[in-house]
């Protein structure tokens, strides 16, 4: 998890500077302190960083070129810096290559471009800490270039900002970090039963913000208990182009995973809305939606079955709606008896989208 600091201003009342450090005790990892003020910090757990007699030492832009006698001396470094143009973004680099632990960035202007060509240059090197004020600020932070910052410190006279601040850097995961818990959604196969042509009926298309590939699409279906894997118009073919970033879902009724292992309807989201894009090894990553496309299109109903036990899914009748499978696709147009395509199999009941193992629930 992100790193969050929570810097306490020398200026502010005594009782605000104890208010503030109740509140970050159980929540921050560091507290940033003047000289003057590491007294009151000594009684709390937290680690605290100043100028002087601090566990981190701060340091300013002067002290740059003494960052490699210092780290002799083995202490424990951050520089604040001030990064108003590409000149500080070079001092920054340089401090990062001098083994300074920790950076700490102040934008006081542009606050995403200096934070991407930090984090590209940086990365590895040492810990890229943004200065916010706020809870919406550290989320853009954490989310920048993907990989985010490794933490933020929190300005505040809020003593409740540093709750939502410290959910929101809960929350939010990077990609590498996914990839390094190697966190998987565990698919099975299940075996196609019949199709059957319905008649007409509303179907959403999921638009996102992102670009999918072979093999990559989104879990939904009739029952909670049992989605399939239908993947993004990737495929070439002769009428339409291939459009990524879209998965044509099915009629606004079915259920789709969503973050947090919730389940909604597809007739609750909207653009903004986050869902999971899930690929047929099991890896996942949340997309944003750009748009919801509804139409009224003719549908199919497909039954098929893990283990005995019968799902269902109905999905837009056209050749570009496709069954994942272990090593290709299905269109549904294609599907036959006994074909296996991709699905995820997970017992309980869902109150309103939540899991709820121990609950016992009938969907036909």
């Known amino acids: 998890m992100r790193e969050l600091w929570i810097e306490i201003g020398s200026s502010m009342t005594n009782v605000l500077k104890e208010d503030l450090l109740r509140a970050s005790e159980d929540l921050c990892d560091v507290i940033v302190l003047s000289e003057a003020d590491i007294h009151l910090g000594k009684s709390y757990k937290n680690i605290i960083a100043s100028p002087a007699d601090g566990d981190i030492q701060i340091i300013g832009e002067a002290m740059i070129n003494k960052i490699e006698i210092l780290k002799r001396q083995q202490r424990t470094l951050c520089l604040k810096l001030l990064v108003k143009d590409r000149d500080d973004e070079v001092k920054a680099v340089k401090a990062a290559e001098s083994g300074v632990d920790y950076i700490i960035v102040i934008c006081p ?10 984090i590209a240059k940086t990365r590895k090197k040492t810990k890229l800490l943004a ?6 600020e550290a989320k853009i932070a954490v989310e920048t270039l993907e990989l985010g910052v490794d933490g933020v410190v929190l300005k505040t006279d809020n003593p409740k900002e540093i709750g939502a601040t410290a959910r929101v850097l ?4 990077s990609l590498s970090e996914i990839k390094e818990k190697n966190q998987k959604i565990e698919l099975t196969t299940a075996k196609i039963l019949n199709s059957k042509q319905l008649s007409m009926g509303l179907r959403v298309c999921i638009d996102t913000c992102d670009i999918m590939t072979q093999g990559e699409g989104m879990l939904v279906g009739c029952q909670s208990s ?10 070439e073919n002769p009428h339409v182009e291939p459009r990524p970033f879209r998965v044509n879902a099915g009629p606004i009724s079915l259920y789709i995973l969503a973050s947090d292992n919730k389940t909604r309807y597809l007739s609750e989201l909207k653009a903004g809305d986050e869902v ?27 039954e098929a079955e893990i283990d005995g036990y019968k799902i269902k899914t109905i999905v837009q009748n056209a050749e570009t709606v496709r069954f994942v499978t272990k090593d290709g696709s299905i ?7 006994n074909d296996k395509v991709l699905a995820y199999r997970q017992l309980g009941g ?7 193992q121990e609950e016992s629930v009938i969907e036909r």
């Open 109 to 118: 202007n542009w606050k995403i471009i200096p934070l991407e060509n930090l």
């Open 131 to 136: 200065e916010v004020a706020n809870a919406k």
């Open 170 to 173: 809960k929350s939010i995961e």
């Open 226 to 235: 049992g989605l399939f894997l239908i993947q993004a118009e990737v495929e």
């Open 276 to 302: 999971l894009a899930v690929n047929r090894e099991g890896d996942f990553r949340k997309v944003v939606i750009g748009r919801l496309k509804i139409e009224r299109r003719p549908l199919t109903l497909v």
């Open 331 to 337: 269109s549904v147009n294609e599907l036959n008896q």
């Open 350 to 356: 869902r109150h309103f989208g939540v899991l709820v």
